[in-house]
């Protein structure tokens, strides 16, 4: 089953995601915070990771950089998560290695679901992913 | 002439006449004799002595001693004639000798001569003597002659001394006489003269006095005059300098009250004016030390002195801002003071120093609120959409009841109006702030206009209003452009065409005009007032909206405004192309073709990303 990781400190974007991915079919888990982030990535080894990047303890850019150089977690797909656009910070995150940044005031739960949908899809069709 | 004259004069013509009656006298008897050569020489010989002796006796500047001298020789000659002459020996042609030497002058050339003639002479004599040759005349007659030659050579020679002295003599004391002459003739001159002067200037004494007395006269007058204009003059000066003493209280107290730090330095920097707010931000001791420190602060983004060496360069005034003083922050504005009455000659500069640390952080607080207010309205709003669509979606059959599910649509069309509005607040701080960054890239409108429209298509819920595209007949050049932001300002001016827009549809097109590619959103919706097409592209602006009922169109009021700021940043130009009520509006959008000098990097950074900032907040 694929499995989504939401690491997000706010609990009304994470209850409200962890939702929409759980009728949506999906597996999932979360933190709420950067270091647990890195632990659930860890030992969880999800799918897909929802990264936000402002978080206390830990940011989402820390945890993308310590994932991607640990050779067991660079491969998981991760999605930023970020309140504005065009920021230095998400472009930060896709030179590091990061599928995508989703703006979170932008896109519906539905619409963030079907990237993430899109996003696996590549993937599954590659058969990159080893968590699956 | 006196008597002893007189009777010189006679004997001068008594000897002359027996002189040249003598003469003739041996001439005559050789002639009677028929001995005609001797009769010519005797004749020759008189003559020639006869002359000379004509021509001493009747000079006048020969002087006594050597007319004496003359006639002593005369005599000797005559008793020369007498003795020897008649005897035929022919030695009268030596009375050519004295005269020779007369004629010389007794000068060194006569002397030679002589010398010379006496030569012959004695070789003569000797050669007579030893009978070498012979010759007829007697030993006597040669003596004689010798002696008559010696005793007039020595004559002559000391008649030229004395008469050469005497005649010195006599050219000393003319010339003397001469001079003192002439000193008594400009002695005289000059005593005329000064009589002359004298005369003048009692003239002119006289003329003087009169001139006085009429001056003395009229200096009263003026003294009068003169009393009464100084009177005038000084009020004047002290109307003046009491208006000046005004003005400069008045420019004093300003400089010194000015909100502002006000340093004013001529450019030699002799002058230099400072007021208090300046003392206290620069702490400098005295007002040229205060100069001295703002060198100091200043030296890193210019050199100062040069500055106001040079009058501000080009005369052109400088802002520097943000620079930290003790912990403080300043704006300072540099400014030639040019003199525009005589020829815009620089003066000298003045210095304002503006406090701007309040300033700054009402301005970061500014940016703090709009970041927090961004994240932390944005947060539950995106969870109020989020949660009420997935009610919609997912528990659409706990919500049957259409009262409800009505309800609910309310809620989650109130957020997504509520999330567009918080935006676009956003937007205008950011774009106000000129905090928006551009990622500008060469861009083919032809094809980023049709994915737009596409995106928008599916995402925008409408009714039988009809979005086209009319693609361009002729290749359209890519422009310069952030294509997020033209996704905004088209969605912006589609949204309102829409909006508006009750039938028909809306075309978007494009065209290449001069150096832009414009962008046209044709409808055929209501149109807008001729009077309400000015208030357009302002802030909070809704055409056909007053305060009450500005919420019919839904907007935040913003969207025109955010379009053209976002244009206008681009280096384009939004426009209404025309209006007509109940026909429709054509809104356009114009972007710069790409080229050479926009390709290069235009990115503008923000010099803090928002999310640093509310970091930064956050800790």
Same mark, same amino acid.
């Given at each position: 089953?694929?499995?989504?990781?939401?690491?997000?400190? &706010?609990?009304?974007?994470?209850?409200?995601?962890?939702?929409?991915?759980?009728?949506?079919?999906?597996?999932?888990?979360?933190?709420?915070?950067?270091?647990?982030? !890195?632990?659930?990535?860890?030992?969880?080894?999800?799918?897909?990771?929802?990264?936000?990047?402002?978080?206390?303890?830990?940011?989402?850019?820390?945890?993308?950089?310590?994932?991607?150089? &640990?050779? &067991?977690?660079? &491969?998981?797909?991760?999605?930023?998560?970020?309140? !504005?656009?065009?920021?230095?910070?998400?472009?930060?995150?896709?030179?590091?290695?990061?599928?995508?940044?989703?703006?979170?005031?932008?896109?519906?739960?539905?619409?963030?679901?079907?990237?993430?949908?899109?996003?696996?899809?590549?993937?599954?069709?590659?058969?990159?992913?080893?968590?699956? | 002439?006196?008597?002893?004259?007189? *009777?010189?004069?006679?004997?001068?013509?008594?000897?002359?006449?027996?002189?040249?009656?003598?003469?003739?006298?041996?001439?005559?008897?050789?002639?009677?004799?028929?001995? *005609?050569?001797?009769?010519?020489?005797?004749?020759?010989?008189?003559?020639?002595?006869?002359?000379?002796?004509?021509?001493?006796?009747?000079?006048? $500047?020969?002087?006594?001693?050597?007319?004496?001298?003359?006639?002593?020789?005369?005599?000797?000659?005559?008793?020369?004639?007498?003795?020897?002459?008649?005897?035929?020996?022919?030695?009268? *042609?030596?009375?050519?000798?004295?005269?020779?030497?007369?004629?010389?002058?007794?000068?060194?050339?006569?002397?030679?001569?002589?010398? $010379?003639?006496?030569?012959?002479?004695? +070789?003569?004599?000797?050669?007579?003597?030893?009978?070498?040759?012979?010759?007829?005349?007697?030993?006597?007659?040669?003596?004689?002659?010798?002696? @008559?030659?010696?005793?007039?050579?020595?004559?002559? %020679?000391?008649?030229?001394?004395?008469?050469?002295?005497?005649?010195?003599?006599?050219?000393?004391?003319?010339?003397?006489?001469?001079?003192?002459?002439?000193?008594?003739?400009?002695?005289?001159?000059?005593?005329?003269?000064?009589?002359?002067?004298?005369?003048?200037?009692?003239?002119?004494?006289?003329?003087?006095?009169?001139?006085?007395?009429?001056?003395?006269?009229?200096?009263?007058?003026?003294?009068?005059?003169?009393?009464?204009?100084?009177?005038?003059?000084?009020?004047?000066?002290?109307?003046?300098?009491?208006?000046?003493?005004?003005?400069?209280?008045?420019?004093? +107290?300003?400089?010194?009250?000015?909100?502002?730090?006000?340093?004013?330095?001529?450019?030699?920097?002799?002058?230099?004016?400072?007021?208090?707010? @300046?003392?206290?931000?620069?702490?400098?001791?005295?007002?040229?030390?205060?100069?001295?420190?703002?060198?100091?602060?200043?030296?890193?983004?210019?050199?100062?002195?040069?500055?106001?060496?040079?009058?501000?360069?080009?005369?052109?005034?400088?802002?520097?801002?943000?620079?930290?003083?003790?912990?403080?922050?300043?704006?300072?504005?540099?400014?030639?003071?040019?003199?525009?009455?005589?020829?815009?000659?620089?003066?000298?500069?003045?210095?304002?120093?503006?406090?701007?640390?309040?300033?700054?952080?009402?301005?970061?607080? #500014?940016?703090?609120?709009?970041?927090?207010?961004?994240?932390?309205?944005?947060?539950?709003?995106?969870?109020?959409?989020?949660?009420?669509?997935?009610?919609?979606?997912?528990?659409?059959?706990?919500?049957?009841?259409?009262?409800?599910?009505?309800?609910?649509?309310?809620?989650?069309?109130?957020?997504?109006?509520?999330?567009?509005?918080?935006?676009?607040?956003?937007?205008?701080?950011?774009?106000?702030?000129?905090?928006?960054?551009?990622?500008?890239?060469?861009?083919?409108?032809?094809?980023?206009?049709?994915?737009?429209?596409?995106? %928008?298509?599916?995402?925008? +819920?409408?009714?039988?209003?009809?979005?086209?595209?009319?693609?361009?007949?002729?290749?359209?050049? $890519?422009?310069?452009?952030?294509?997020?932001?033209?996704?905004?300002?088209?969605?912006?001016?589609?949204?309102?065409?829409?909006?508006?827009?009750?039938?028909?549809?809306?075309?978007?097109?494009?065209?290449?005009?001069?150096?832009?590619?414009?962008?046209?959103? $044709?409808?055929?919706?209501?149109?807008?007032?001729?009077?309400?097409?000015?208030?357009?592209?302002?802030?909070?602006?809704?055409?056909?909206?007053?305060?009450?009922?500005?919420?019919?169109?839904?907007?935040?009021?913003?969207?025109?405004?955010?379009?053209?700021?976002?244009?206008?940043?681009?280096?384009?130009?939004?426009?209404?192309?025309?209006?007509?009520?109940?026909?429709? +509006?054509?809104?356009?959008?114009?972007?710069?073709?790409?080229?050479?000098?926009?390709?290069?990097?235009?990115?503008? #950074?923000?010099?803090?990303?928002?999310?640093?900032?509310?970091?930064?907040?956050? @800790?």
């Amino acid at each position: 089953m694929t499995k989504i990781l939401i690491v997000e400190d &706010d609990p009304l974007m994470s209850r409200m995601y962890q939702k929409i991915f759980k009728f949506e079919g999906f597996e999932v888990d979360f933190a709420s915070n950067g270091e647990e982030g !890195l632990d659930k990535i860890r030992t969880g080894k999800p799918t897909l990771v929802l990264l936000d990047i402002m978080m206390p303890k830990m940011n989402g850019l820390e945890v993308l950089d310590k994932v991607k150089i &640990d050779p &067991d977690t660079k &491969d998981i797909p991760i999605i930023m998560l970020t309140n !504005l656009a065009g920021t230095q910070d998400a472009e930060a995150a896709l030179t590091k290695g990061a599928v995508k940044y989703i703006i979170k005031s932008e896109y519906e739960p539905k619409q963030v679901v079907n990237m993430v949908k899109e996003i696996l899809a590549g993937y599954t069709r590659d058969a990159v992913p080893a968590a699956s | 002439m006196t008597q002893k004259e007189k *009777w010189r004069e006679l004997l001068l013509k008594i000897i002359l006449i027996v002189g040249g009656i003598t003469l003739t006298l041996f001439p005559v008897v050789y002639a009677l004799q028929d001995k *005609w050569f001797f009769a010519a020489i005797e004749g020759l010989s008189g003559l020639f002595l006869w002359i000379a002796f004509v021509v001493v006796v009747t000079r006048h $500047t020969y002087s006594w001693p050597a007319r004496i001298g003359w006639l002593g020789v005369m005599l000797v000659l005559v008793v020369l004639l007498f003795t020897g002459g008649i005897s035929g020996t022919g030695l009268y *042609w030596w009375t050519l000798m004295p005269i020779i030497s007369f004629i010389l002058f007794g000068s060194k050339k006569g002397l030679r001569a002589l010398l $010379t003639g006496y030569l012959v002479f004695f +070789s003569i004599v000797f050669l007579r003597h030893f009978h070498v040759v012979e010759i007829y005349y007697s030993m006597t007659e040669m003596v004689m002659g010798l002696s @008559a030659v010696a005793v007039v050579s020595i004559l002559m %020679y000391n008649y030229e001394n004395i008469a050469g002295k005497t005649r010195d003599e006599a050219q000393q004391k003319a010339d003397l006489l001469t001079e003192q002459a002439e000193q008594k003739q400009a002695v005289e001159n000059k005593l005329i003269e000064n009589l002359n002067k004298l005369e003048d200037e009692k003239e002119k004494q006289y003329d003087i006095r009169t001139a006085m007395l009429n001056l003395l006269e009229d200096a009263k007058d003026l003294e009068k005059q003169l009393q009464q204009e100084k009177a005038g003059v000084e009020e004047k000066i002290i109307e003046r300098t009491q208006e000046l003493s005004n003005t400069k209280a008045k420019l004093d +107290s300003s400089i010194e009250n000015l909100p502002l730090g006000f340093i004013m330095s001529d450019i030699k920097e002799k002058l230099v004016v400072t007021n208090t707010l @300046a003392n206290t931000i620069l702490e400098g001791k005295d007002q040229k030390d205060n100069l001295n420190k703002l060198k100091a602060v200043l030296k890193d983004k210019l050199d100062l002195g040069k500055y106001i060496k040079n009058c501000g360069k080009d005369k052109k005034s400088l802002v520097f801002t943000d620079i930290e003083i003790n912990g403080r922050f300043f704006q300072f504005l540099l400014s030639p003071i040019i003199v525009k009455e005589t020829n815009e000659v620089c003066i000298g500069i003045v210095i304002l120093i503006q406090d701007i640390t309040e300033a700054k952080n009402l301005e970061r607080s #500014k940016d703090e609120f709009f970041s927090i207010a961004s994240h932390e309205l944005r947060t539950p709003l995106t969870a109020i959409r989020g949660n009420t669509s997935m009610i919609l979606e997912y528990y659409a059959n706990a919500i049957k009841d259409p009262e409800l599910k009505a309800m609910v649509d309310d809620i989650h069309s109130s957020s997504i109006r509520l999330i567009n509005i918080v935006n676009d607040f956003l937007n205008v701080s950011r774009l106000e702030q000129s905090r928006m960054v551009y990622d500008l890239k060469e861009t083919n409108l032809d094809k980023l206009i049709p994915e737009i429209i596409k995106e %928008y298509d599916v995402t925008s +819920s409408r009714q039988k209003i009809s979005i086209d595209y009319t693609p361009p007949k002729a290749t359209i050049p $890519t422009v310069m452009a952030d294509t997020d932001k033209v996704r905004q300002v088209l969605i912006n001016l589609l949204g309102n065409a829409l909006k508006f827009t009750t039938k028909g549809g809306v075309v978007i097109s494009i065209a290449t005009e001069d150096k832009f590619v414009k962008v046209l959103v $044709t409808d055929t919706g209501r149109g807008i007032p001729l009077k309400q097409q000015s208030l357009l592209f302002h802030k909070f602006q809704q055409t056909g909206s007053s305060l009450f009922t500005r919420d019919t169109a839904g907007g935040s009021g913003l969207g025109l405004y955010i379009s053209r700021m976002m244009i206008e940043g681009m280096g384009g130009e939004v426009k209404l192309e025309r209006s007509e009520e109940n026909i429709g +509006s054509v809104f356009s959008f114009s972007l710069p073709i790409a080229n050479k000098t926009n390709k290069v990097d235009r990115l503008t #950074k923000l010099h803090l990303s928002e999310n640093e900032k509310v970091d930064n907040n956050k @800790a």
